[in-house]
């Protein structure tokens, strides 16, 4: 954050600026808005390393009390079209912290194994530990949106989901996972822009899925579910924040300062010594 004498360049904190309401229209979001941020990219860049360098310093904390016996964690999950970001999300926000200190995973195509298993079962293993700040890249929220759409089970399955998974996060925030659930939006014509790249950058080959160019067609049907996923799952306890994404300068600060608030919120201080330190400090003077 700016110094006490600097004016932040936030006119209002990214929690507040992002969170989802009952009035969240998907067709609406413009995914080039900068919601609450009043900079440009240059001063984004420059908070990125700045908030980041505090994030990792809030995220040692948890980690440490974690290994103190403070069974809480956070849990990050990224949802968004594909090209929003997801990955850059967690190499260049989720970058700055230590790497011991998180659980990640991402959810692809389920496994045979995983198709035996109720939907929730693989995400389930992935839940962060205690002091971990788990990210998910992709999750439970594939069942209610590719699954949806594609139609890979009946309706009268998928719209059950809805409250199952609601159960569900219940559940984890009971038992002290913080869960910050982002959907990360990016318009049609930079999501062109961006495939584009894939196809013309020998680097970017890997990333490029030819399946992707047939979602394009799919995206008024994803609105739907993603309007459905934002109105059925939209808890107090597990939040959905609705991240523009098409410039990435201004949803990586974003996705940082929305961590940076959870973690605050957890009100960490540096766990006490489990030993006598006067008399540590004794013994090592004398060792
Ligand atoms: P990414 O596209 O994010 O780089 P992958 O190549 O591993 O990652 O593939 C993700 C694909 O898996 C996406 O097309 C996504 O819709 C699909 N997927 C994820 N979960 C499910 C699911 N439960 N059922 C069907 N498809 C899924």
Redesign the pocket.
């Given at each position: 954050m700016p110094k006490d004498d600097e004016k932040s360049p936030w006119s209002m904190p990214a929690v507040e600026a992002l969170r989802a309401g009952p009035d969240t229209r998907v067709e609406d979001i413009d995914a080039n808005a900068t919601p609450g941020f009043e900079g440009g990219k240059e001063l984004g860049a420059q908070l990125l390393e700045e908030r980041g360098a505090y994030l990792s310093g809030l995220q040692e904390r948890l980690y440490a009390n974690g290994r103190t016996g403070d069974r809480r964690s956070v849990l990050l999950v990224l949802q968004g079209m594909?090209t929003a970001g997801?990955?850059g999300m967690v190499r260049h926000v989720i970058g700055h912290v230590d790497p011991q200190g998180v659980d990640h995973a991402?959810?692809?195509?389920?496994t045979p194994e995983e198709k035996q298993h109720h939907?929730l079962w693989r995400i389930s293993k992935e839940l962060p530990r205690a002091g971990q700040l788990g990210v998910f890249?992709?999750s439970h929220y594939?069942?209610v949106?590719?699954?949806r759409v594609?139609n890979?089970v009946p309706e009268s399955v998928w719209s059950t989901r809805y409250d199952e998974i609601n159960q569900f996060e219940r559940e984890i925030v009971d038992s002290g996972t913080t869960i910050v659930k982002v959907a990360m939006f990016v318009s049609l014509d930079e999501q062109k822009k961006r495939l584009a790249e894939r196809l013309e950058r020998p680097d970017k080959h890997w990333?490029y899925?030819p399946?992707?160019v047939g979602?394009r067609a799919l995206w008024p049907d994803y609105q739907e579910a993603y309007q459905a996923m934002l109105d059925r799952t939209n808890t107090d306890y597990a939040p959905w924040y609705v991240v523009p994404c098409n410039r990435k300068w201004y949803s990586r600060i974003a996705v940082g300062e929305l961590l940076i608030d959870a973690l605050e919120r957890l009100d960490l201080d540096w766990p006490a010594p489990t030993f006598d330190l006067e008399l540590e400090k004794q013994r090592l003077a004398q060792a």
């Open positions: 594909d997801k990955g991402s959810f692809g195509v389920p939907y890249d992709r594939e069942d949106l590719v699954v594609h890979l990333k899925n399946s992707d979602e």
